[in-house]
C-alpha cells in the first residue's frame, strides 16, 4: 500500500527500521542523547536557534498546548481561517474561554496580507495572531513571510502564531528570519515520521509570555515542557519509539539539507498539479500549499475505491462541504518522482475503468 495522503505519510524503510529496534527506557543516558539529537535537528528544520519543544498528541494537542500556554484566559486573540484547520484554532480559542476575533475567508480562498494588517490595527487588545499556513482541508498555503513582516510593522509585541502542520519540512518556512513566536508541526507529515509527537518552536516573546501564566492544563503546560527540556530530560514518559523514528528522519532531512526538501516537494508538486489538469481534472481554490493537492471531482469516492482496488493506492477525501465534490492529495513523506509518475498512470488508469463501469 502507498499512502498519497496529507498524513499520516509514506515511511522511508530507515524510520520503519527505527519503529523495530528494542525499547529503550526514557531515562537512559542513550535516549538522552537521541532526544538532544532530535531536538537539535527541529531547530534545524524550523530554521531557529530557539527551543523547539516536543509533545506528545497530534499536531493539534501541539496548536492547543501552545494557545493555552502562552495566551491568559481574559486575553483577546486574532484568528484567521481559511479552511477547516483554521476553524479548529476557532474552535480551540473558544473551549479556552479567550476573547477572540475571528478573520474568515472562503474555503478555496488566501488572505490578503492587507486583509490581516487591518484587523490587527483594528484590534489594538490583541495579544496573539494565530493563523495556518498552508490548510489541508484546501490546499491553499498563505503569504506567510509577507504577512509576518508586516503585522510585525504595527505590532511588534504581537505574538505571531503558525499551524506549520502541513509545511514545516515540506515548503519554506523561516522562524527566526520571519520573526514568528510559536510555529506547531506534526510528526507525521513533513517530518516524514509516524503519528504521535507535535513540535513547538517558541521564540524568546513566547516564553516571555509563558512566563508565570496561570494554565488549565498540567499536560498542556509548555512552561513544564520547556524546564525540562533545560534540563535535557522529558517532563512524562514519551512515545519512545516515535521519537526514534522522528530522529531517523530528522537526520535524513538534515543530511539532505532543508532547503533540499522544500525543493524536492515543490518539484513533486509542480510535477503531480501539472499532470492532473493534462489529464482533464481542475485543482480546487488558489492551490498554492505544496504539501497537499486538492482535486475536483464529481465521483470522488468511487475513484479513491477503485485506486485503492486496483493499484493499492491511498488518497484522501475531501473535507466539509468538499467532501462529495474534491479528493486530495498528499505529497509528503518518503515519496519520489517515480511514485508521482506511477500514481498519475494509475490515476488515469482508475478514470478509464470509472468511466467504463
Excluded at 486574532?78 to 472562503?106: D, M, N, T
Excluded at 471531482?297 to 482496488?309: E, F, G, I, M, S
Amino acid at each position: 500500500m502507498t499512502l498519497f495522503t496529507p498524513g499520516p505519510v509514506q515511511l522511508s524503510a530507515e524510520v520503519l527500521d527505527a519503529l523495530s529496534r528494542p525499547l529503550l527506557h526514557h531515562r537512559s543516558a542513550e535516549f538522552t542523547q537521541l532526544s538532544v539529537t532530535m531536538w537539535q535537528h527541529l531547530q534545524t528544520v524550523f530554521c531557529t536557534t530557539q527551543p523547539v519543544l516536543v509533545v506528545a498528541g497530534s499536531g493539534t494537542t501541539g496548536l492547543e498546548a501552545a494557545m493555552c500556554s502562552t495566551t491568559a484566559e481574559s486575553d483577546t486573540i486574532v484568528i484567521c481561517s481559511h479552511g477547516r484547520f483554521g476553524e479548529r484554532l476557532v474552535q480551540i480559542a473558544h473551549s479556552h474561554g479567550y476573547r477572540v476575533v475571528h478573520h474568515h475567508v472562503a474555503w478555496g480562498s488566501t488572505i490578503d496580507v492587507q486583509e490581516v494588517v487591518d484587523v490587527i490595527t483594528n484590534t489594538p487588545s490583541a495579544k496573539a495572531l494565530w493563523l495556518v499556513h498552508a490548510e489541508t482541508s484546501t490546499g491553499v498555503a498563505l503569504p506567510l513571510r509577507d504577512i509576518a513582516l508586516a503585522v510585525r510593522s504595527v505590532a511588534p509585541d504581537l505574538l505571531i502564531c503558525v499551524d506549520g502542520v502541513t509545511s514545516i519540512g515540506v515548503q519554506e518556512v523561516q522562524t527566526d528570519a520571519w520573526d514568528l513566536d510559536v510555529v506547531v508541526a506534526g510528526s507525521q507529515k513533513g517530518l516524514s515520521a509516524p503519528p504521535g509527537l507535535a513540535a513547538i518552536a517558541v521564540s524568546h516573546r513566547a516564553r516571555t509570555a509563558m512566563s508565570g501564566l496561570t494554565v488549565r492544563s498540567h499536560t498542556l503546560n509548555l512552561a513544564l515542557v520547556h524546564a525540562a527540556y533545560e534540563d535535557q530530560r522529558w517532563y512524562w514518559t514519551p512515545p519512545v519509539h516515535t521519537v526514534a523514528a522522528l530522529t531517523v528522519s530528522l537526520q535524513r532531512i538534515v543530511d539532505q539539507t532543508v532547503q533540499a526538501r522544500w525543493q524536492h516537494h515543490e518539484q513533486l508538486s509542480q510535477v503531480l498539479k501539472a499532470g492532473l489538469q493534462k489529464q482533464g481534472l481542475t485543482l480546487y481554490g488558489d492551490a498554492t500549499a505544496t504539501g497537499v493537492i486538492v482535486v475536483n471531482h464529481p465521483q470522488p469516492k468511487a475513484l479513491r475505491d477503485v485506486l485503492r482496488r486496483e493499484w493499492d493506492i491511498v488518497v484522501a477525501g475531501g473535507q466539509g462541504t468538499l467532501q462529495h465534490s474534491a479528493f486530495r492529495i498528499g505529497t509528503m513523506g518518503a515519496l519520489e518522482m517515480k511514485d508521482i509518475e506511477f500514481f498519475l498512470q494509475s490515476l488515469n488508469a482508475s478514470q478509464n475503468l470509472l468511466q467504463g463501469s
